[in-house]
């Protein structure tokens, strides 16, 4: 969520937290209590419940708090909590311990036994059908921007960054000091790219895993 927006001249506008919040907490409640008060009135209503006057007048004479605290560790830290869920499928490499065509042997914390670190073994099957639970529908995308932050706005309130030249991806390796067509085995030879993949929607098929292949010597 962007800390502001852009009024109807295409001028960015901050939030008025100056970067300290994005909503005033008690305007924030306010706005929360009415919201959730009307629809759980309509929901009543569908139930044939309706007839409940006094809870509303009740309800709406009472004060509601919406929590609202900065993130624990700091901006990197909610971004680092974040990331665990966006970028990875439920769990992470470093959690493996071995694995073969039988069995999969991995780290997990036990939440109800006081967070204790503890290791399982699973057949390489229930593995597989586990971690296949995590995957999303087809048509589902685990990020996705609206609003202003969607590729369309962008160009159209922001033309200025799609003028902007990208950067070589190799120049970019190489000025970190990891020269990115050297050979990982020997360390001394030189890959020489012989053809590439073209970009495709989601995973490729059989028939363009058989004609299109990326190799390197």
Request: hydrophobic share 35%.
């Amino acid at each position: 969520m962007p800390g502001g927006g852009v009024n109807l001249a295409g001028k960015w506008k901050p939030a008025k937290g100056k970067g300290k919040f994005l909503f005033p907490v008690k305007a924030l409640s306010k706005v929360f209590k009415g919201l959730f008060l009307e629809r759980l009135e309509l929901l009543l209503q569908q139930l044939g419940l309706g007839n409940t006057p006094d809870l509303f007048r009740q309800l709406h004479a009472k004060n509601w708090v919406v929590y609202a605290k900065p993130p624990c560790g700091g901006k990197k830290g909610l971004v680092q909590y974040l990331a665990r869920y966006t970028h990875n499928i439920a769990i992470s490499h470093h959690r493996i311990i071995q694995y073969d065509q039988q069995q999969v042997i991995f780290r997990y914390k036990d939440y109800r036994h006081a967070n204790l670190n503890k290791v399982m073994t699973l057949s390489a099957t229930e593995f597989v059908r586990r971690l296949s639970l995590h995957f999303l529908p087809k048509g589902f995308c685990r990020i996705r921007h609206y609003g202003i932050l969607a590729a369309s706005w962008k160009q159209r309130l922001f033309p200025h960054t799609s003028q902007k030249q990208s950067t070589n991806w190799q120049d970019f390796w190489e000025s970190k000091g990891l020269i990115v067509n050297r050979c990982p085995q020997c360390k001394t030879g030189t890959l020489v790219l012989l053809s590439t993949l073209d970009p495709v929607r989601g995973p490729p098929g059989k028939d363009s895993l058989a004609t299109s292949n990326t190799t390197r010597s």
